[in-house]
């Protein structure tokens, strides 16, 4: 009897690997030489770490390469239609072993107000005028509003 390996929630397991490796493209060397690529399990780690915990694509562990090439690999993968063709696959194998009751759905969402919205008779701000009044430029002083005394005056 051989004990479970355990992962953390973004690690694909071996055997959903062996599964998920057919929709990945194969990628020769190139002739030319340059940097080897990732190892395209790696990446998909990758790309599922990000996705998990919602961090930016440069802040993922270097473990899993650069951020540059995980978000490349992640584009290129939902251009070619992998993770739509694996999510397809994956919901037809889940049916099979556990059963999905098709006809129970749920969909998750809320209606609420914005936290600074307001009432909707609520008091206008000045807008524009304010909003010109307030920015500061990279010089650090208050920038005018355009149209409204920009114009520079001259000694006589």
């Known amino acids: 009897m051989h004990a479970r390996q355990s992962y953390p929630s ?5 055997g959903l690997w062996s599964r998920m490796e057919g929709f990945v493209p ?6 030319l030489g340059g940097r080897p690529r990732l190892e395209l399990r790696k990446a998909m780690d990758g790309i599922f770490y990000v996705l998990r915990t919602g961090c930016q694509w440069k ?21 070619r239609g992998v ?33 600074l919205g307001g009432e909707k008779n609520r008091e206008k ?15 650090r002083r208050p920038r005018r509003a355009s149209g ?9």
């Open 26 to 31: 194969k990628y020769r060397k190139s002739p």
């Open 10 to 14: 973004w690690r694909i397991p071996d």
């Open 59 to 79: 802040a993922a562990p270097r473990e899993f390469g650069s951020g540059s090439s995980l978000h490349r690999y992640f584009q290129e993968w939902a251009r």
């Open 125 to 139: 701000p000045d807008g524009p005028w304010q909003a010109g009044r307030q920015a500061i430029g990279a010089d």
């Open 83 to 115: 993770f739509l063709k694996l999510w397809k696959y994956l919901l037809r194998r889940y049916d099979e072993l556990r059963g999905i009751q098709w006809k129970w759905q749920s969909l998750d969402g809320s209606t609420t107000k914005a936290p």
């Open 148 to 156: 409204r005394g920009d114009r520079r005056r001259q000694c006589a």
